[in-house]
């Protein structure tokens, strides 16, 4: 993984003590909360509903031992006890003091982490595939792009002040696993004619006006990559509204241009950017390309892995994928337990997962856009053993991308700008499917809940996405149907009225029933949707 230079760490250690300097000023009271506002923003820290809210960065989200064992640390000494891991690969503490939040900073450092760029209308973290580096079917490691852009976009000053927040995604493969074509810039890592390149999707995202992204160019070399990438952003920066935040977005921008005159735009300015001479080398990729260089793996590793034991088997067939190096696998930990908060980890949980990743994965984890963790370097030999661990610990769950692997916002327990509480929800429907037995033969179902319109929760993505809402005063719940954040990408519909807190709990049930009723074989929810249409889910729905 990517280790900071002399210059990365001057550049985070400099920030620590600019935003230690502004912090004191406000708690004296030598500066308003209208001035500290846009400093605090600048360094991720937000004003929530009880108390400050801190989100680190977690670069496409892959972290060392070290570094998974400071947030721990940073979980028990200035929060209460806990994290939340994101959707942007990120880590959010929801409980922090003003006069705490330098110290943390320095913290972060200390394991070359830091929180800035985290918020506010600039290039936030650049995300990719949890997989990046180990899966069978990439064409390549995207995460040394996206490494190029992180040093690229940090601090850039043209883009600072964008019209709104920005965020991109970079995987090479043709399974989409970050939900790439629902980023502002999408990257897909694709190769032609034996040469590495990209195709570049733009104009994505969900929110108030749900969009995925067109394909801009079919195929851009690394060589270009940071031009192009730039000329597209120069055209956002140049004509996208200020006046409306809700309509600040690029989204809104390449629809309201139409996707060819943006795209010729694009192309002028690159163009332009071309004799500009702002590429890196290709030796700067390359240097940044040996830090993710394959570990030395073991050679002559067993295949077999012992099944005997039932619980173990169910969570090797469901949370174990396939390693692209013989005698190795992919260990998904999930942080969705029956009940427990979608996303939430304990400071002992996380310090456990530190440890686990340096005995078992090489020293490497990375955070996934749903919100678990994965262990990418595990010798099949040591499966067990790691089960046993995560099981005591209760990160043992064998429900990855089953219907109670929820994406959930923090919702109205947290945020300020929610409407309704998600956190409840997704309790009572993963308690519900775990109690009912449903849960096994429903299989792949991605389900996904926001508490506002700013979809947080990734819900216009979900085959079932929830929307909490404010109906007079008194919370209510969308159902959504039909979503996909996959190389499949679409948007999910709402099926009609909404919801309490129950009623939506209830309506999933009747939704997965008759999914298990009308399925033909082999479908997924998300197959038979599209087959049968809305009508007989909204019949059975609504009745």
């Known amino acids: 993984m990517y280790r900071y230079d002399n210059y990365d760490q001057a550049m985070v250690d400099a920030r620590v003590e600019e935003f230690r300097d502004q912090a004191r000023r406000r708690l004296a009271g030598e500066m308003t909360e209208d001035q500290f506002k846009p400093l605090r923003l600048m360094n991720g820290l937000y004003l929530q509903l009880h108390a400050y809210m801190l989100r680190v960065a977690i670069p496409y989200g892959t972290l060392s031992g070290p570094q998974m064992r400071m947030l ?205 001479g702002i590429d890196p080398p290709v030796a700067e990729l390359d240097r940044i390309r040996s830090y993710f260089a394959d570990p030395a793996y073991e050679s002559g590793l067993s295949e077999e892995v012992n099944r005997s034991d039932p619980d173990f088997a169910l969570w090797l067939d469901r949370n174990v994928v396939a390693h692209k190096q013989p005698g190795y696998a992919i260990a998904n930990i999930s942080l969705k337990p029956v009940g427990g908060i979608p996303g939430d980890a304990t400071a002992e949980q996380i310090e456990l997962m530190a440890d686990l990743a340096e005995r078992y994965s090489l020293d490497e984890l990375r955070v996934t856009h749903a919100q678990n963790i994965v262990l990418p370097y595990v010798r099949k030999a040591d499966l067990y053993a790691l089960w046993k661990e995560l099981d005591e610990a209760g990160l043992g769950a064998a429900n990855l991308d089953r219907i109670s692997d929820i994406i959930a916002c923090p919702g109205l327990d947290y945020c300020s700008l929610a409407n309704a509480r998600s956190i409840p929800v997704a309790q009572k429907i993963a308690t519900r499917f775990a109690g009912n037995g449903k849960e096994a033969a429903i299989g792949e179902m991605k389900l996904k809940i926001s508490g506002c319109i700013n979809a947080c929760g990734h819900h216009h993505a979900g085959h079932i996405g929830i929307l909490g809402v404010d109906r007079k005063g008194t919370e209510n719940y969308q159902l959504l149907l039909g979503g996909s954040g996959a190389e499949d990408c679409s948007l999910g519909q709402i099926t009609g009225p909404g919801f309490d807190e129950n009623g939506i709990v209830d309506a999933v049930e009747r939704v997965t029933d008759l999914y298990l009723a009308q399925r033909s074989e082999g479908e997924r929810f998300l197959d038979t949707y599209r087959r049968l249409g809305m009508a007989p889910f909204k019949e059975a729905i609504y009745g």
């Open 72 to 276: 721990g640390q940073i979980a028990r000494k200035y929060d209460k006890g806990y994290g939340h891991f994101t959707t942007r690969q990120n880590i959010q503490y929801n409980w922090i003091k003003l006069e705490d939040a330098a110290d943390i900073l320095a913290d972060l450092a200390s394991v070359e982490m830091h929180a800035i760029q985290t918020s506010g209308n600039c290039i936030r973290n650049i995300s990719s595939d949890q997989y990046a580096g180990v899966a069978a079917d990439e064409v390549t490691d995207p995460r040394p792009w996206a490494e190029l852009l992180r040093q690229w976009s940090s601090f850039h000053p043209e883009f600072s002040y964008l019209p709104r927040k920005f965020k991109i995604a970079v995987i090479a493969s043709a399974q989409d696993r970050a939900a790439m074509r629902l980023h502002d810039i999408g990257l897909e890592l694709v190769k032609k004619d034996g040469v590495i390149g990209a195709k570049v999707f733009a104009g994505g995202g969900m929110g108030r006006t749900p969009m995925v992204a067109p394909e801009i160019r079919d195929f851009v070399t690394e060589d270009e990559i940071i031009a192009y990438v730039e000329a597209c952003l120069r055209v956002y920066n140049r004509y996208g509204r200020r006046d409306n935040k809700y309509k600040a977005r690029i989204k809104i921008l390449v629809h309201e241009l139409g996707v060819e005159e943006y795209r010729r735009q694009v192309e002028e300015e690159f163009a332009h950017m071309k004799t500009l």
